[in-house]
């Protein structure tokens, strides 16, 4: 499994740390930038790099950071067959994983310390994918979605 890492300008100190962390326990890392400390760059091109190599590699996850985490999990969440979730605590992350099965993982990292985060990483690599019907076939509505034209609602919605 390979592990795609990109932030922005507010997640790089934290994302660097990260890349160390995980090499050091032996998983495989791919750094999709920054790889220079830039005050005016944007979450959303990094974020869109990683989901995009998630989308591409469905077999292996993703984790993304800028300050509050919401930016970068909005643009993962726009690639399709990515499923982002904001991190705040190892239970909530834990939940996502089992129960969404997230493949991209945001962090707010102007909230969380380079302890926080890695229990956080940690939950999110080792926590399986419940696979029961139920989340299987909530999956499969989301797939679905994606493929939709926009601005089309489900029939159910739609009111006579």
């Not at 993703?62 to 969440?77: F, K, P, Q, R, Y």
């Not at 991190?87 to 993982?105: E, K, P, S, T, Y």
């Not at 909530?138 to 089309?152: A, H, Q, Y």
């Amino acid at each position: 499994m390979t592990i795609f890492i990109g932030a922005d300008h507010r997640g790089f100190e934290l994302k660097n740390k990260l890349v160390e962390y995980l090499q050091e326990k032996d998983i495989r890392v791919e750094d999709m930038g920054p790889y220079e400390y830039d005050k005016e760059d944007d979450a959303i091109d990094f974020s869109h790099k990683v989901a995009e190599a998630v989308r591409q590699n469905p077999k292996h996850m993703g984790i993304v950071m800028c300050g509050s985490g919401a930016a970068v999990d909005i643009t993962a969440n726009r690639s399709r067959g990515v499923r982002s979730g904001l991190g705040f605590n190892a239970d909530q992350v834990a939940h996502m994983r089992g129960w969404d099965d997230i493949n991209v993982l945001a962090i707010p990292a102007d909230h969380l310390s380079f302890e926080q985060t890695k229990e956080l990483i940690d939950t999110f690599i080792a926590t399986p994918f419940k696979a029961e019907e139920r989340m299987i076939r909530r999956n499969k509505k989301l797939d679905e979605l994606e493929s939709k034209p926009v601005g089309t609602l489900p029939e159910e919605t739609l009111s006579e």
